[in-house]
């Protein structure tokens, strides 16, 4: 099975499991709600690690991204599916994370359950080039000046707004 035909969880927006879909199917299908986990990586001075995603990713190609994204497998708690992602697109092994908030996210395209969570981390980083094409922190003001100029994917754009509200509360 292709990395587009895994079968994952269709979930309820309380995330209850109520069946299951192929991965294709869930990202063309707005009224099927799937889970995904995201960290938001900052270092000490507070600028977010963002991901430029790869031009072969069939969402959101080139566009600077969340930290960390990915879906949740099936049978795979949230706070599993955040450690195991941050490991397979950063090589990120050592940072706790924290959990911060929970949001549905839809668009044309798809509809994901997000929990999202933090982690604070300065170490090296060796980033999955067939998924990320580049890295880099950014500081929150350059980041509010790029937003709606198409440089942010559309999923982003909203979980920057949410962090925004979430980040007086981090550890």
């Not at 209850?16 to 986990?37: D, F």
Request: hydrophobic letters at 35%; glycine letters at 6%; a negative charge.
């Amino acid at each position: 099975m292709t990395h587009l035909e895994e079968d994952l969880e269709v979930v309820d927006i309380s995330g209850r499991v109520i069946g299951k879909a192929r991965r294709s199917e869930l990202h063309r299908n707005p009224s099927l709600i799937h889970r995904v986990v995201h960290v938001i990586v900052s270092d000490k001075q507070g600028n977010l690690l963002l991901q430029k995603r790869s031009m072969n990713k069939d969402v959101a190609p080139g566009r600077w991204d969340t930290s960390v994204g990915g879906h949740v497998q099936t049978g795979e708690d949230v706070h599993t599916a955040a450690l195991r992602e941050m490991r397979e697109e950063l090589g990120i092994e050592e940072c706790e994370v924290s959990y911060l908030y929970h949001y549905l996210f839809i668009d044309h395209q798809e509809a994901e359950l997000v929990s999202t969570f933090f982690c604070m981390y300065e170490g090296e980083i060796i980033f999955n080039d067939e998924e990320i094409d580049e890295i880099t922190y950014w500081d929150t003001a350059s980041i509010k000046k790029q937003i709606g100029k198409d440089v942010f994917s559309n999923h982003f754009e909203r979980e920057f707004s949410q962090y925004l509200q979430y980040r007086g509360t981090l550890p």
